[in-house]
Each structure stands twice: as C-alpha cells, then as structure tokens.
C-alpha cells in the first residue's frame, strides 16, 4: 500500500539542463525582439560561451531543482558549439550524482561550423548512445537543433543514425513561423514535411514545441508514433503562440524548455494560457500523463520512482529504487553547495557571452 501523500513521479520531456543558470542573471535584449532575433543575440550565445565548469554548474542546479519538485525524468536537448565532443558525458555525470533519469542527446546543428558541426554532433550523439546502450537511469538519443539550422543531408544522417542506434530522435518542430518558412524555401512543404520526407524522426521521436503545425500535421505525427511536447511557459514568454492542435494527437506530453522543472508550474501555466486562448485547461493532467508514458517507452517503465508530498511540498522522491530525497532535501549532494557553485559560475558565463559578437 502506497503511504499517505504519494504521487505519481513528474517528467520534463522537452528541456535545456544547459540554461539552469539563466536565471541567475542571463542578460536579455529590451524590448523583446522576435523569436528569431532572440535565439541570436541570447540562446545562440549562450550555448557558445559554455565551458564544462559552466555547465557542470548549471546542469547540477537544474537537476537538483527538478528533483526537489518531484521531477524524476529530463529530456535535455543539449548544444555548446565551442566544445561538442564530451559535453554530454558532463551531464550524465550530474544526472547520476543526483540520481535523476535523463535522455541526453547533442542538439545537431551547421550554424556555426557548417558540415563538419553537423557531424561532429552527430559523433557525440553515437558515441553517448553506445556508451549507455541499456543503462538503468540514463540514455542516449540523437538531437537536431532544429530543422532550419541543417542541411539535408544532416537530416538524412540523423535519421539513419538514429535507427541504427535504436533511439529516438529529439527535435524543435514548428516553434515559430520561420522553421516552415526555412523549410518552403528549400523546396519542401513545410518543417514537419522536411523531417518525414527525409525520414528524419524514426517512431517514437520527440518533436519539441508544435506550435504552428495543423490539425492534420499533428494527426500525421500521431500516425507515424511521434511524440510532441508542449512547452507553454516558454510558448508564452517567446511569444510564438499557443499550441492549440496538439489536442489532436494522444501522444502529447509537457516540457519546459529550460524553465524550472517543476512540472505543478508548468501545468498551471498550461491552464492559465489555455484558459487564455480559449482552450481546455484541464488537457494538463493529460500531457503530465503523456510525459509519464514517453519516459516508460524510454526506459522501459519507471520502475522504482516514487514521490512523497505533504501539502505543496515533495518530501520524498526515489528514482529506480534509489533515494534521492529525503525531507525535502536532496541526499546526494548539498543544494547548498549546488547553488553556490552556480552563483560563483554564472557571471563568468555571463560574461563570456557578452564577448560574443551576436
């Protein structure tokens, strides 16, 4: 019998471990410029100016913060151009520290380096995915950044790399206008046309995002075993717009694209913005239950995750049988010591992104 209080373990199936210093003073433009302008002068030299101290520091946080919520399970999307090879070993490392479960994967790109970006990525990807072929807590996948910062090509590699591995492919689809605008100018119908036609999500990958793809976009993905993942703090905070089709496809699951893995928050964002755009807000116990069931399909279940709340607040959590808070403090490490290292880590990074011409 299940003790009193205890709750099914949450999952964030779309987030950035890169970006848990963010918060810590991240320098933003003013007033907000568009989406496009956004990931150029802020996330573009963000993930450019990390080094494994800066994210080591910040993956640490975002973790332990997740934990802390009852957050058992993180799908990172992961990018830092000026050091590829072994950044994700960087991650893993405070995945098991901490005890969480994670899919991990390098989030492909040719935006800075052109070809040989794109297979260097596409390097670490196999090599991590090897490295943790069955491993209990964390795993590997193949990521793409998104579709218009790759070629073709790189679609096509990704696709075939990630079949190989017997993986996912993980993905920003339909975030804003310009991933179809990008996708139109190349020749094909659209962002998710590019993807399917080039065979680039194998069944059971994750598409971040959606939020302009249609009602009959989604039904194709829901066809072909893709999950989409709905991010709404982020929708709302990017001003890309609401994601309302997703309705469409039941498997639907919610992330929080670098915000705070507290997914009790990013349901009620969900529920404040649906209400907002008109839609059903009460969807958000139904994408928390997709989240669960992705990371079952991942891991084979979630044997072992357990969490305990009192009221609003999470006592205990267990990850594979393993205790990782007790108290509602973490057992593994100090949050203490957590957050100091990432307060002496962040103006450094901060700093070094300012050095970066946008």
């Known amino acids: 019998m299940s003790p ?8 964030d199936a779309h987030t950035h471990l890169y970006s848990g210093l963010a918060g810590l003073g991240l320098p933003t433009p003013s007033p907000r410029p568009s989406f496009p302008e956004i990931l150029r002068t802020v996330w573009w030299r963000l993930d450019r100016a990390l080094d494994r101290a800066s994210l080591r520091a910040s993956a640490r946080l975002a973790v332990a913060e997740g934990l802390l919520a009852g957050t058992t399970t993180f799908f990172d999307h992961h990018e830092s151009p000026a050091w590829i ?3 994700l070993d960087v991650l893993a490392e405070a995945c098991t520290e901490l005890g969480a479960r994670a899919l991990l994967c390098y989030g492909v790109t040719e935006r800075n380096g ?5 297979r260097r990525g596409l390097d670490e990807c196999a090599r991590f995915c090897a490295l943790h072929r069955g491993h209990p807590t964390v795993r590997g996948a193949v990521g793409l950044h998104a579709s218009f910062t790759v070629s073709d ?11 190989d591995l017997g993986v996912p492919v993980h993905v920003h689809v339909a975030e804003d206008p310009c991933d179809d605008e990008d996708a139109r100018a190349r020749g094909h119908g659209s962002a ?37 993942v709905q991010n709404p703090r982020s929708n709302a905070h990017n ?3 609401w994601a309302r089709t997703l309705v469409a496809s039941p498997r639907v699951a919610l992330g929080t694209d670098g915000f705070r ?5 990013e349901a009620a964002a969900f529920g404040a913005e649906a209400l907002a755009h008109g839609d059903d807000p009460r969807r958000a116990r139904a994408l928390v239950d997709g989240g669960r069931a992705l990371a079952a399909a991942v891991f084979g279940g979630l044997e072992g995750d357990r969490v305990v709340r009192v009221g609003d607040h999470v006592v205990e959590v267990d990850v594979a049988g393993a205790p990782v808070v007790r ?6 490490a100090s949050l203490a010591s957590i957050e100091a290292e990432a307060r002496r880590e962040a103006p450094r990074l901060f700093r070094r992104m300012e050095e970066i011409p946008c």
């Open 4 to 11: 009193p209080g205890e709750v099914p373990p949450e999952v």
């Open 85 to 87: 090879e072994g950044s």
């Open 114 to 118: 052109g070809d040989d970006e794109a």
């Open 153 to 163: 090509a790189t679609l096509r590699r990704a696709g075939v790399l990630a079949r």
């Open 192 to 228: 998710l046309d590019r993807l399917l036609g080039l065979d680039a999500v194998p069944w059971g990958s994750v598409l971040a995002h959606g939020v302009h793809l249609s009602t009959e976009q989604v039904e194709r993905c829901a066809e072909r075993g893709l999950w989409l």
């Open 239 to 241: 001003g890309v717009g």
């Open 261 to 265: 893995a507290d997914m009790a928050e």
């Open 327 to 332: 108290g509602g403090t973490l057992v593994r």
